[in-house]
Nanobody, 118 residues
């Protein structure tokens, strides 16, 4: 599966952005999808995930501000980001793995840059 992330940009603190990740190929609905981010000088971290059956989870650092969703008819996963903070600045990546399989994400998009100004 190939992934294409989009929707990043420059936003002021307190603002919102919606990231999209379009997946190619069939059987999108059978994949677990995740959003990760990597800030300059920091390790990549998990932001949110949505299992093939719809269960979602978000990192404590973004809980209450970010939400992940998917549209299987459009082969797309979304990350709605509200109340953005400067510390949310990072390159955001979407990833996919076969649902019900191992925990490693095998497919990665190219990343989209989110910059939050104070």
């Amino acid at each position: 599966v190939q992934l294409q992330a989009s929707g990043g940009g420059l936003v002021q603190a307190g603002g919102s952005l919606r990231l999209s990740c379009a997946a190619s190929g069939r059987a999108f609905s059978s994949y677990d999808m995740g959003w990760f981010r990597q800030a300059p000088g920091k390790e990549r971290e998990s932001v949110a995930g949505i299992l093939w059956r719809g269960t979602t989870d978000v990192a404590d650092s973004v809980k209450g501000r970010f939400a992940i969703s998917r549209d299987n008819a459009k082969n797309t996963v979304f990350l709605q980001m509200n109340s953005l903070k400067p510390e949310d600045t990072a390159v955001y990546y979407c990833a996919a793995r076969v649902g019900g399989g191992n925990l490693r994400y095998d497919y990665w998009g190219q990343g989209t840059l989110v910059t939050v100004s104070s």
